[in-house]
């Protein structure tokens, strides 16, 4: 620990007398006061080691007891109440059901006695004719159609749910609900390129929109100069899965497309086929499954919301549509009131996400804004931006990818500043995230940048338009 023995005044006691300098906090110790400082630094190394057994054995203990997670809690409560439920109802339909059934056979009971003792009567009286047995078959064969007919009860199916339906969330669309990154995090500053690599004979043209499935480790990328969607996997050169036969209108082209997004319920990739005014769907697995899903749009930006709504940006119209599930039409959500900067205006939409809240933000780049609707508002509120094109942190310039997390944080792509920004929930100014040195081509550095996305560790996902790469920023852990 001790660097040098020189005579200097002792940080402890204030006397000049021989000291050594601590390597670590750069202060001067007599050696009494060396001494006593070793130990402290002994004493926290022993808390350290302490706190460090105590994290072990929680999480040993989080390991082999996996019923301890509050989400698995959640879900048992759940099962719980809705299996009582079930029994319950079970019960009181078994219940409605015995009862009617036992009336019903009741009756019916009531009538054979009745019939059984006129023909009694009728033979003791020896008394009778065709007339009078035919009216008795009449009777007998009607009440055995009554006993033979079920009893005027059935199941009626109810088309609202029984129990609230629940389900276990990953990510959707642009926001990851199921990420946490803390409003502390940091990434590295220097990125590593994961796709346009030269040794890759797939190079990539002008990338704009990326998305990430992380069950596989795959990276889709909207290749939009080479009119394609390209798959890269980790360690893998990257693979044409959809589009690559040039630019046009074919169910197997593309003309320019500027987003992609991952569909998990249906295994498929969305995509915005910007010069074709059409969003189209692509089957994962079957280059042939490919489908128009919706036409004449000038699209740019795509995302999904929890419930599997689709959400696209129109930037001709200035606005954002809507489209539920099973819909052809789409009703607009944002926007739609013209070319502005009014808060119920929009300028050039791009890039679009909707958080859990069905909240919906919107990169308003020629406003240099994001602004967010709620869900069934009429206007957006500015959250990041809205000061003019610029380079302080109050502002943005030419805004593009944005991205969400659990806080209500968002990632921007401030494509004009060759930077990645991120705006902590109401904040009035940004920070740096990556970026922000000047537009290049080092591992710094950005030239025109586009889309953005994470995983779920949290390693930043960057899509460097004009220098032909996704870059990938690690992100570091304290």
Known sequence: MPAEIQK?????????????????????????HLTMHQ????????HLELKRDLFQETFNDEINLPDKYSLIKQIEQWEEKSIELIHETANQCKEILFKHTNEYFHQIDICFMKLTEQLRK???????????????KDKLKKLQQQFDRSPNIYIQQHPTEFISQISVLASFGKFVPSLRIANNSRWKEFGATVAGDIEDNNELHSPYGLCIDDNYGTVYIADCGNHRIIEYKCG?????????????????????????????RNDSLIICDYRNCRVVRWFRGDERNFETIISNINCWGITMDNNGDLYVSDWKNNEVRKWKQGNLEGVIVAGGNGEGSSH???????????????????????????????????????????????NHLQQLSFPRGI????????????????????????????????????????????????????????????????????????????
């Open 403 to 478: 991205i969400g997390d659990h806080l209500g944080n968002i990632y921007i792509a401030d494509s004009g500043n060759d930077r990645v920004v991120r705006w902590l929930k109401d904040a009035r100014q940004g920070t740096i995230v990556v970026g922000g040195s000047g537009k290049g081509n080092d591992a710094d550095q950005f030239n025109s940048l586009k889309g953005i996305t994470f995983d779920r560790h949290g390693n930043l996902f960057v899509a460097d338009k004009d220098n032909h790469r996704v870059q990938k920023f690690d992100i570091q852990y304290e």
């Open 39 to 46: 130990q402290e630094l002994n004493r926290q190394l022993d």
């Open 8 to 32: 200097s005044h002792c940080v402890k006691c204030g006397k000049e007398r021989f000291t050594s300098t601590c390597s670590g906090c750069l202060q001067d110790f007599c050696f009494d």
């Open 344 to 390: 119920d205006q929009l300028h050039f939409p791009t890039y679009i996400f909707v958080d859990q809240d069905y909240s919906i933000y919107i990169s308003d780049t020629l406003n240099h804004r994001v602004v967010k609707w709620f869900k069934n508002s009429t206007a957006g509120i500015v959250v990041a931006g809205g000061r003019g094109p610029g």
């Open 122 to 136: 009728l033979r003791q009286q020896n008394d009778f004719n065709e007339i009078d047995l035919n009216y008795f």
């Open 236 to 264: 893998i050169n990257g693979e044409v899965i959809v589009g690559g036969n040039g630019e046009g209108n074919r169910m197997d082209q593309l003309n320019y497309p500027t987003d992609v997004i991952l569909d998990k």
